[in-house]
């Protein structure tokens, strides 16, 4: 079962929260932070391929939270500026790993 992901909104306490530096942390549920490429490097670049930050930190996350190191979650809250929030979106679009681990919600339109 693929983990719903939630770009915005008020994370509950038991969300898992995706947060981009830079953005103030919610007062609850379990983060795991990314931050966007560096200024100046080109998408694929040997710093940040094969597999993007956001899709590293989804990864990790998913890791976290199969060995217990995060708490069980139902469902995951992305906290990013609108860059942050393509940048996840383009990891669940593209990124394999990610896309079988996790799906946008339907619902979720900005």
């Known amino acids: 079962m693929q983990i719903p992901v939630l770009c915005g909104g008020s994370p509950a306490a038991t969300d898992a929260i995706l947060l981009e530096e830079g953005q103030n942390p919610p007062k609850q549920g379990y983060i795991a932070r990314f931050a966007l490429a560096k200024p100046g490097h080109f998408p694929g670049c040997f710093c940040c391929a094969p597999r993007g930050p956001a899709a590293a930190a989804l990864g990790q996350l998913f890791r976290d939270r199969a060995t ?10 992305v906290l990013a500026s609108p860059a942050g929030e393509a940048a996840v ?6 990124d394999v790993l990610t896309r079988a681990r996790f799906k946008l919600k339907l619902d979720d339109v900005r």
């Open 89 to 94: 979106r383009a990891a669940l679009a593209e």
């Open 68 to 77: 217990g190191k995060a708490p069980y979650f139902n469902r995951l809250v």
